[in-house]
């Protein structure tokens, strides 16, 4: 069966820092992978998604960035961290229109 | 551009009561519905789908293209009906999924 993971599970960074939050899925080939942050009262925001090795659509103009090295590996980074990027990081994977969620990271940027 | 909208930050309904989660999207093409759950410590997951036109746990949501609505339904709510709903929004032939902001429903016993 697949499975999607990701971490850390909660991470407080300093402002100014890099980010690398990590998702992987298992069990499937070629998925499309998703990036979302979600907040109170804005839902769920699309950041990034791939449908392959190397393809990533970007979203949202930001201070993130997304890489795809592995067919089932989706990372989230950034080069420094502001005070906005806080919040509920999720990955999701899918092979048709479904989405299969990860368990999120918590990001706390102080 | 694809846009849905979900009126309804927190619905509050008592227990046997019927319960209407509502969503309205906005997409120019055709396109495919779904609902999303996140009950307290889980992971977000797929409810139900338009295209499927199935009855998941008592919920069912008719996609009505003329007011562009795909509002979710059940007859009579339970407490473990409590939960954040999200819809969603997906161009067919696409696999870019647009969510809304979610409504939070809390069932009163």
């Known amino acids: 069966s697949q499975t999607i993971h990701q971490w850390p599970a909660t991470l407080v960074q300093p402002v100014g820092s890099p980010l690398s939050l990590e998702c992987t899925v298992e069990g499937t080939s070629n998925p499309n992978l998703y990036w979302y942050r979600q907040a109170a009262g804005r839902g769920l925001q699309l950041l990034f998604y791939s449908v392959g090795i190397g393809q990533i659509s970007s979203e949202v103009p930001q201070n993130l960035s997304a890489s795809r090295p592995q067919d089932r590996q989706f990372i989230l980074s950034s080069k420094k961290l502001l005070l906005s990027d806080s919040g509920f990081y999720l990955c999701?994977?899918?092979?048709?229109?479904?989405?299969?969620f990860g368990p999120g990271t918590r990001l706390t940027v102080l | 551009a694809q846009r849905v909208t979900q009126p309804e930050k927190l619905l509050s309904v008592f227990k046997g009561a019927p319960v209407e989660l509502k969503c309205n999207y906005s997409y120019s093409g055709s396109p495919e519905l779904f609902w999303y759950v996140q009950y307290s410590r889980q992971r977000l997951q797929l409810l139900l789908r338009?295209?499927s036109r199935e009855s998941i746990k008592g919920f069912t949501a008719d996609l009505n293209k003329g007011e562009t609505s795909f509002h979710l339904k059940k007859p009579f709510a339970q407490e473990e009906d409590s939960a954040m709903y999200y819809c969603a929004l997906s161009p067919r032939g696409y696999q870019k999924v647009t969510f809304g902001t979610g409504t939070k429903l809390q069932v009163i016993p």
């Open positions: 999701a994977w899918s092979l048709e229109k479904e989405q299969f």
């Open positions: 338009h295209i």
